[in-house]
């Protein structure tokens, strides 16, 4: 998604990418009402923006920036997806999502999306033994979120 002087606080309101005559495609809603998100980042302006986003694809979002709270918030809520951090400023990501995993809600525990800047090998190990559905791995473009949540609720279901 490329970035257009109207699109306020730096999020696009809409993805402009691949259109000939300049017309947006809309990313508002496209999945049902009632998906619930949890974000894990410790990076604020991060959280703020994939919040935003989630919150415009229809999702119910809450955020937390550390592992402690990212549980409260887990219990509370009972979200469909985590997306998680592995490097939180308390608790490393992976040790919280132990630790989720031990408490499901509902008698299922959710997808897991992982954050994170460490795409190496022994990482995506790590996850696939931890049984995540997906990676967003830092930087990553706007259009990757969607992609990879819808990817990850698919893969989950």
């Known amino acids: 998604m490329s970035e257009r002087p109207d699109s306020p606080g730096g999020v696009p309101l809409y993805d402009w ?6 017309q947006p495609r809309s990313i508002a809603q496209v999945v049902d009402p009632g998906h619930r ?15 935003t986003i989630l919150g415009r694809m229809g999702f119910e979002v809450w955020h937390a920036a550390d592992g402690h709270q990212g549980l409260a918030l887990y219990a509370s809520e009972k979200p ?7 490097a939180l400023p308390d608790i ?3 040790r919280l999502l132990e630790e989720m995993r031990e408490r499901p809600h509902g008698g299922a525990n959710p997808a897991f999306l992982v954050i994170t800047a460490y795409g190496d090998p022994a990482n995506r190990l790590m996850g696939k033994l931890q049984g995540v559905q997906g ?11 969607g992609r990879a949540v819808l990817s990850a609720l698919q893969l989950h279901a």
């Open 37 to 51: 998100v949890l974000i894990v980042e410790d990076d604020l302006e991060l959280g703020t923006i994939l919040r």
């Open 92 to 94: 490393t990501g992976w």
């Open 80 to 86: 469909n997806l985590v997306l998680l951090d592995i």
């Open 135 to 145: 990676y967003l791995i830092k930087p990553f473009k706007v259009e990757e979120i």
């Open 17 to 22: 990418a691949g259109q000939d005559e300049g």
